[in-house]
Each structure stands twice: as C-alpha cells, then as structure tokens.
C-alpha cells in the first residue's frame, strides 16, 4: 500500500484505492475456510478432491472457495486430465503475511475474537439473524 503520487488530492485518491485493495484481500481472507485452503495449498499443488477429503469439507464448498480464491488472484489451476490442480500464486508473500497475522494475534491475545462487532459472538450473531 505504497503511494507513489505526492501532488495533493491525486495521492488522497491513490491511498483510497490501495486501501480499498487491502481490504477486498482481507475480506478474502475473512472465511476459516479459505484460510484452511490456503494453508493447505502452501504444501504443494492439490486436487478439489484432495482438499474435500483433507479438509473434511464439501466438494461444492471447496469448488466455491476456490473460485473466490481465484478470483483475488491469491490461487491458480492447471488441468490436470479432468481435473484442475490448484496451487498457490505467490506463497512466499502468502505464507509471510500469515506468519505476521500470526504474530498480531499472539500480541493482541484474545482481543480480536472478543470484537464485538467482528468477534466470534458477532459473526454468531449475524448466522443466527441470517
């Protein structure tokens, strides 16, 4: 989220979009589910139905999750016969922003799934009502 323009309202405006950037990745980031495919994949390259068996998910919700996964540009496929094989974009870049989330959390303790408006009680909350 580097800003190269310094020229006043046309810097604002890049800092806007690189922060909107941001946050369409973190929402990416945002289901446990795509972060367990991610972790997965840092392994090596897998098949849906490799993921489905490893995971113990879905095939549908793995297929749904790889899709969005695809689409932020954070993973790829390959066919593979009738398969795809998918694997990570950039895993060096993937598995340090991971490794730093992970430092956040041990620094923050507790603070982040007690949120009240992002916790875990607030995303109960929100499956309930939905």
């Known amino acids: 989220m580097t800003m190269t323009e310094t020229n006043g309202d046309a810097s604002v ?3 806007g979009a690189a922060l909107e950037a941001a946050a369409c990745l973190f929402r990416g980031f945002g289901d ?8 997965h ?7 849906v139905v490799e993921l489905t068996e490893h995971l ?5 919700t793995v297929s749904k999750h790889l899709a969005c996964l695809r689409d932020c540009g954070l993973v790829t496929s390959r066919p593979q016969a009738r398969a795809s094989v998918f694997s990570l974009t950039h895993p060096e870049a993937l598995l ?6 992970e430092r956040l959390l041990g620094l ?3 603070a982040v799934t007690l949120c009240p408006t992002f916790g875990t009680a607030a995303t109960a909350n929100t499956e309930v009502s939905a």
């Open 13 to 15: 405006v890049h800092e």
């Open 32 to 39: 446990p589910s795509r972060l367990t495919i991610l972790r």
């Open 41 to 47: 994949l840092a392994l090596g390259e897998h098949r």
């Open 56 to 60: 113990g998910l879905a095939q549908s």
């Open 96 to 101: 340090d922003l991971l490794a730093s989330a």
């Open 108 to 110: 923050t303790g507790d």
